[in-house]
Every structure is written in structure tokens, then in C-alpha cells.
């Protein structure tokens, strides 16, 4: 886990691991279970390799999810959520519902100061 001083405040610490927006569809992704690489890529879409590189190895770094190398020709990579990334299901199942109900009252709306 990092070793960097964390905010004061939770909300903000929660926001410092996962507030980027790959990073929370990679949770998404990775709470039905492990994938490789290409898999999250695929899925994820619009995310450069790069990107989701970095992505991958911060939240490694935080203790959100683990990485297996498999010795095989092609190396075969897999990430799967930690106990600590599989915590965060009930933030992600708030997200989604707070989304479908903001899809039905005011996403509707279009121009300046809607989300």
C-alpha cells in the first residue's frame, strides 16, 4: 500500500484511490471476477494501453487489486480485486443506482449545469 499521507477527510481519501473514471470502471469490471489485460481493455473502452497500465499499477499500489504473471509464451497477466477493492462493491452499487435514477429524472436535460 502507498505510504503517502492520506487526506484528513474520508470522502476525500475514498475520491484519492478510485476518483479517476478508469478506475472505477475497472472496478466495475473486476467485481464480477478476475480478467486479463485485454479483457478490461476490450471492455472498458476509449482507455489508451498506457493509461490503463498506469491505472492498474496505482490501484496495485493501493491494495485494491493483485496482479498474476503466469510463466507461459505469451506471458498471461490476470487482475482480480483484493478484499480491500472488493469492499468498495456497496460505493459502486450506490453509484449505479444513484446514475439509473439521475438517467430517469434529469438526464433528460441538456446544456450547461446538468452532470
Known amino acids: 500500500m502507498e505510504t503517502k ?5 474520508p470522502v476525500e481519501t475514498t475520491l484519492t484511490l478510485i476518483s ?3 478506475k472505477v470502471l475497472i472496478l466495475r ?3 464480477t471476477g478476475t480478467k486479463r489485460f485485454g479483457e478490461l481493455k476490450k471492455s472498458i473502452g476509449g482507455v489508451s494501453q498506457k493509461v490503463l497500465t498506469a491505472q492498474l499499477r496505482q490501484m ?3 491494495g ?4 498474476t504473471v503466469y510463466p507461459e509464451v505469451p506471458p498471461r497477466v490476470e487482475y482480480a480485486l483484493t478484499e480491500l477493492g472488493l469492499s468498495l462493491k456497496p460505493v459502486l452499487d450506490a453509484m449505479q443506482i444513484w446514475g439509473e435514477r ?3 429524472t434529469a438526464g433528460g436535460r ?4 446538468t452532470a
Open 5 to 9: 499521507t492520506l487526506p484528513a477527510c
Open 64 to 67: 485494491l487489486l493483485t496482479r
Open 29 to 31: 469490471d473486476l467485481l
Open 60 to 62: 496495485e499500489d493501493s
Open 110 to 113: 441538456t446544456g450547461r449545469g
Open 20 to 22: 479517476d473514471k478508469w
Open 102 to 104: 439521475y438517467k430517469e
